[in-house]
C-alpha cells in the first residue's frame, strides 16, 4: 500500500460497532471502542479542566454508559465520537455541578447510624475518613466498591446485577483501590 492509501484510509465503522454492541452485547465490539475513544476522551476531559484521575474516571464513566445504552445511539443525529464526547462533557458539567452544591459539612455535623459506629473513638475516626474517601471516588467506582466490601459480592455478581462487563468491573475497582491507597497518610 502506497503512503498516500495509508493517509487516506476508511476510519473504522462505529455505527457498526454500536449495532453489535447494542444487539448482542458484543464485548469485542465494546473493546475496540473502548481502546479508540478513552484516550481521547481522556484527553479532552483534562482539556475541560479535569485532573488526569478525574479525567479517566469520567472517561470511564462515558465508556460505561455507552454499554448501557447502545440500543439509544441513533446513526442518523450523530456520529458515534459526537455522541460519546457530549456524553462525556455532560458527565463532567454534572461533577462540577455536584461538587459546587456540596456543603461543607464540619466533624460534628456527620450523622453516622448508631448501629455502624466503631465502638472507640479513633475507630469512629477512621471510618469516618475512610467514608469521606468512598465518598470522593467517582459514583461508579463507589458504587462498585460498597457493593465489593461491604454487601460482599463477587466481581462476577457484581458484573451480573449491573450488567457490566467483568473487565469493566474489575478495572473500575482496582482504580478505586489505587486512588484511596494514593490517598493513604494524606489528610481528610
Known amino acids: 500500500m502506497s503512503t498516500a492509501g495509508m493517509l487516506l484510509r ?38 475541560l479542566g479535569c ?19 447502545a440500543g439509544a445511539y441513533d446513526a442518523t443525529r450523530s456520529a458515534v465520537s459526537t ?6 462533557r455532560n458527565l463532567h458539567i454534572d461533577r462540577l455541578r455536584r461538587e459546587a452544591l456540596r456543603p461543607q459539612v464540619a466533624d460534628e455535623e456527620l450523622d453516622l447510624d448508631a448501629a455502624s459506629q466503631p465502638a472507640d473513638a479513633e475507630d469512629q475516626a477512621d471510618a469516618v475518613l475512610l467514608q469521606r474517601r468512598i465518598d470522593a471516588l467517582s459514583p461508579v467506582q463507589a458504587r462498585l466498591l460498597r457493593m465489593s466490601y461491604f454487601e460482599a ?11 457490566m462487563p467483568l473487565g469493566t468491573v474489575k478495572s473500575h475497582l482496582r482504580r478505586a483501590f489505587l486512588r484511596l491507597q494514593g490517598q493513604l497518610g494524606e489528610p481528610a
Not at 459480592?153 to 450488567?163: M, P, R
Open 153 to 163: 459480592k463477587s466481581h462476577q455478581e457484581i458484573a451480573s446485577e449491573l450488567g
Open 10 to 47: 476508511e476510519p473504522p465503522d462505529w455505527t457498526a460497532e454500536m449495532a453489535a454492541i447494542s444487539q448482542r452485547r458484543d464485548q469485542d465490539a465494546f473493546l475496540r471502542v473502548y481502546d479508540h475513544f478513552m484516550p481521547r476522551l481522556c484527553l479532552y476531559l483534562r482539556g
Open 51 to 69: 485532573t488526569d484521575a478525574t479525567a479517566e474516571d469520567l472517561a470511564q464513566e462515558a465508556l460505561l454508559r455507552l454499554w448501557l445504552h
Open 83 to 88: 455522541w460519546l464526547f457530549r456524553i462525556a
